[in-house]
């Protein structure tokens, strides 16, 4: 609870700083600042307390997505260090923005109430839309912001509407009253036409948060023409905390009315796997692949949702991670090439290997994590996820469809690792200049996927 | 412990060589792999002969999900242990006159290789085999695509697609089984080798579970259909990849069917069983008549290596003991043979720049030694009679016959077809006129010697004194059949 006033209380702080006349204090502050928080979050393990008429409950589910969305950010920053050397204009406000998102997503892993819900989700999104557009020199980047913001609130109007619908079938907002009221609905509330549509109509709310298909048209787009740092935390916090909030939401509020969301949710795991996966092989920017990649993982993720047991959370937070790291070390080796070389193709990474071998390990390691193998920490996400599902039954079909489509996901995300290794330079491309505070933190990033890979026991075993 | 030694020197020593710049690197990796190669050697003497699994260590891993890091050898596994460590001094060795680029990557990757096959070999636990499953296929990939030929991109691209395709499946039925085993709790299943042979499955899951393993062990060995990556990787790759992918990789493949395939779906297996047996039977006959039509000397052995393995395939898959026996000792055979016979085909191409057969000809004129350590390592593949090849075809053969004649009919043929590309290959090589490309053919030197010189020894070991090597792996092998009778 103290994390979300902190956080509040120094994005305040971060926005007068951002009147000084040099900005440089920004970034270590804000590093600090989160440092500080994920401290102070940790504090409230084992501490289960209820807040605000029990709107917000403090678990240990909300202190370790927290703390893992907390750690994500903690390593995004120091990828905007470029925007402190050019010292811009109006750069605090976006540290106070990613502080103030940040709220929103605590509020969605930890929301008792479906208004809390609502609340996190438009926190986290209003902030995310004007960091969609802070590249103002650029018009993909207002492109982006507007598609954004359009379709965001689109849907987030959709989802007020299921819960909406939800709240005059049962009459609460409560989510432990709702599972509740939809007990008292009979066969889990599955017969009640507005409770059932209510229900769906959130699922294609959140499915639309998380960037699942088919609800996924926005994200290429918008991926592409975020400033790549925003991206990244796009990619990772924000789908932290899309899919806990999902999985707490079926798993507190419509548990018993499984078999009335089951197809549908079924549907959309399938559909983002198969569009996610397939639509990136066909990329020639590595920003774009990296976008569909993203809608795969959600697919991957919200498989967890069909097997409530006690491997599904931990699942979540494992794959959560393992995907947040890798994506980081992608996203934040993709903006120094991209900046340097003018391109985000694949033929902007030639011969990394050789110009800049620990930039191009760095991204070998997250590519191989993507792709789920061994040694990496996403091997052990993709394991939890197919071991949560499978003592479901009648599910093994799905996770038959699921390892086809890794094994695709493979033949796009070698394809970087191959241009990195296997392709000479291009001529007249020199190395990738990047700082010993970047470098420091590709390192930290690369050693945490390689330890998750090896020793998984460090997170799966905390939740 | 020795285990563990086993598995960790190697990892050890490839961070270390990576230290080294430079032509030291070899040297060092060298040291590295003759060592482990002395740690194999005092695990065979301390080995006592019978069905346990000897120097285990059995530590948890994940162990909420009762996931445990258990290694350890029986007598199969310290087979594969001995053929691995006994392989990897001489490939390194026979890479000294090339001059690699980043060669303290290259030796680094190789070490990296052998910790994953020894991996492979000493898991106990189904999750960690998958896990140094994968653990072996990334360096060889890296060492295929970094120093192979000119096509090498596409071509192991391919190749790893393949396999992992292959392996996710095999994950898939690992994850199944695992949920199998007893328990309700998470905590109380077990992944472990023990707990997957005590499973009780009706045979329509058995048979779909047969399936998911027994493509992602076909695709390795490769056994036909699954063999089209072979050829063209086997051909791009530099020589000591495919020495690596031959000699040792491919066993990976069928040293998976024996430990976790045939005694975890047995009824799965009996069903199956003539279908995988006619599958090989057809990759004896394809690879052997592919394999006489080769102008490549490279791309003749790689299909000879598919003939080859294809009969250990139908041979284990008898389920007698003659055929298991046979297919252990054919696997150390098939090692031998084929990385001596890579080794002198890279030794031809550094001399002459070619590896068509009908632009070599007369090296034997000026070659004695060459000449003789070719014929054996030839007629070991031919499985000539006192030569390690006759002790495993003829166990394999017998096995197939006993299954059902027409089959060992067909399979017989083996012994003929290879005789013909494999004379055939000798004759247009070695005997015949001096070609351009031949006119100054130096005989071996004392390096090249030195690699040959062991595997001609162990060629003629296994031929006069297979009980060396069989007595090791009767009391496991025989526990196996047991287990899958049940």
Not at chain 1, 341 to 364: C, D, H, I, M, W
Not at chain 2, 81 to 86: D, K, P, R, S, W
């Amino acid at each position: 609870m103290i994390s979300i006033i902190l956080l509040s209380g120094f994005g305040i702080i971060n926005l007068f700083v951002g009147f000084l006349k040099s900005k440089r204090i920004l970034l270590p502050l804000s590093l600090l600042f989160l440092a500080i928080v994920f401290g102070i979050n940790l504090l409230d393990w084992n501490d289960t307390k209820s807040y605000f008429d029990n709107m917000i409950t403090i678990d240990n589910f909300a202190v370790a997505f927290t703390g893992i969305m907390v750690l994500s950010t903690l390593l995004i920053l120091p990828f905007t260090q470029h925007y402190i050397t050019r010292n811009d204009e109006n750069i605090g406000e976006l540290y106070a923005l990613i502080l103030f998102s940040l709220v929103g997503a605590i509020m969605m892993v930890s929301y008792n109430n479906m208004l809390m819900l609502f609340i996190g989700i438009e926190i986290l999104s209003i902030a995310m839309y004007v960091l969609a557009g802070s590249d103002k020199q650029s018009m993909r980047s207002a492109e982006a912001a507007l598609k954004y913001f359009l379709m965001g609130s689109f849907f987030t109007g959709v989802m007020l509407f299921g819960i909406v619908m939800v709240y005059g079938a049962t009459g609460t907002f409560n989510i432990a009253e709702i599972a509740g009221s939809a007990e008292a609905l009979g066969t889990g509330g599955v017969n009640n036409v507005m409770f059932m549509l209510g229900v769906l109509i959130i699922i294609i709310g959140i499915s639309f948060k998380v960037s699942a298909a088919p609800f996924h048209f926005w994200t290429p787009d918008v991926y592409e023409g975020t400033p790549t740092v925003w991206t990244a935390y796009m990619s990772t916090v924000v789908k932290t905390a899309g899919v806990a909030a999902f999985y707490k939401l079926m798993d507190a509020a419509f548990a018993a009315s499984y078999p009335g969301w089951m197809p549908t949710l079924v549907a959309i795991i399938v559909l983002s796997l198969l569009i996610g996966n397939v639509g990136a092989v066909v990329q020639q920017s590595m920003k774009r692949m990296l976008a569909y990649s993203s809608i795969s993982h959600a697919g991957y993720l919200l498989m967890t949702l069909l097997a409530f047991n006690n491997l599904s959370t931990s699942a979540i937070l494992f794959y959560s991670f393992a995907y947040s790291t890798a994506s980081i070390a992608a996203f934040g080796v993709l903006q120094l090439v991209s900046r340097q070389r003018q391109s985000e193709n694949y033929e902007a990474f030639n011969g990394l290997g050789k110009t800049n071998p620990l930039l191009a390990f760095s991204v070998a390691v997250a590519m191989l994590s993507l792709a789920g193998i061994p040694l990496t920490a996403g091997f052990f996400g993709k394991f939890f996820v197919f071991s949560a599902l499978i003592e479901q039954p009648n599910m093994m079909w799905l996770i038959v469809v699921a390892v086809i489509l890794a094994a695709v996901g493979i033949y796009y995300y070698f394809r970087v690792v191959i241009a990195m290794y296997l392709h000479p330079v291009a001529e007249g491309h020199t190395a990738i200049k990047s700082t010993s505070f970047i470098n420091a933190m590709l390192i930290i990033i690369t050693a945490l996927t390689i330890l998750l890979g090896i020793a998984p026991a460090l997170l799966s075993g905390v939740l | 412990m020795i285990t563990a030694l086993l598995l960790f020197w190697p990892a050890l020593a490839a961070l270390l060589v990576l230290l080294i710049k430079g032509e030291g690197a070899k040297k060092v990796a060298f040291i590295a792999t003759l060592v482990e190669f002395a740690i194999a050697l005092f695990a065979t003497v301390n080995f006592v002969p019978d069905a346990t699994t000897q120097f285990a260590i059995d530590t948890p891993w994940v162990e909420r999900a009762g996931i445990g890091f258990s290694i350890g050898m029986d007598g199969i596994s310290l087979l594969m242990v001995l053929l691995t460590t006994f392989l990897v001094p001489l490939i390194v060795l026979s890479s000294f006159k090339h001059d690699y680029k980043n060669p303290h990557v290259f030796y680094a990757l190789v070490l990296f290789m052998q910790t994953g096959l020894i991996g492979v070999f000493v898991s106990m636990d189904a999750f960690l085999f998958y896990f140094f499953w994968e653990v072996a296929l990334i360096p060889i990939y890296f060492i295929a695509a970094i120093w192979g030929g000119a096509r090498r991109i596409p071509v192991t691209f391919k190749f790893f697609i393949y396999t992992i395709f292959g392996s996710l499946f095999m994950l898939a039925a690992f994850i199944y089984l695992y949920f199998q085993t007893a328990g309700t709790e998470l905590a109380a299943h077990s992944s472990n080798v023990n707990a997957f042979y005590q499973l009780t499955m009706d045979s329509a899951t058995q048979s779909w579970i047969f399936w998911f393993l027994f493509l992602a062990f076909a695709i390795k060995m490769p056994v036909f259909p699954f063999h089209t990556w072979q050829p063209d990787t086997y051909t791009e790759s530099p020589t000591q990849a495919t020495m690596l992918l031959a000699g040792i990789m491919l066993k990976m493949g069928i040293y998976g069917v024996i430990r976790w395939l045939l005694p975890v779906v047995p009824l799965g297996v009996s069903q199956w069983a003539d279908t995988v047996l006619v599958l090989s039977i057809i990759g004896i006959i394809y690879g052997s008549i592919i394999a006489i039509r080769q102008h490549d000397l490279k791309r003749l052995i790689a299909y000879s290596s598919i003939a080859h393995v294809g009969l250990i395939a139908a041979g284990i898959f008898t389920l007698n003991e003659q055929g298991l026996q046979g297919g252990m000792i054919q696997m150390l055979s098939h090692g031998i043979n084929v990385v001596g016979l890579f080794f002198i085909i890279d030794i031809i191409f550094r001399r002459t720049n070619t590896r068509e057969i009908s632009n070599l000809g007369g090296i034997t004129q000026t070659t004695p030694a060459l000449s003789i350590m070719f014929l054996i390592l030839l007629m070991g593949s031919v499985a000539l009679p006192l030569t390690n090849g006759f002790i495993g075809e003829f166990l394999l053969l017998s096995s197939v016959f006993q299954y059902n004649y027409i089959f060992g009919a067909v399979a017989g043929m083996t012994i003929i077809l290879a005789a013909v590309y494999m004379l055939r290959m000798f004759q247009g090589v070695m005997f015949g006129t001096k070609s351009e490309a031949t006119e100054s053919f130096a005989d071996l030197t004392f390096h090249e010697k030195a690699v040959l010189i062991p595997l001609v020894i162990m060629v003629f070991w296994i031929g006069l004194f297979p009980n060396t090597f069989l007595s090791i792996s009767e009391p496991a092998v025989g526990q196996l059949l047991s287990i899958i009778n049940r």
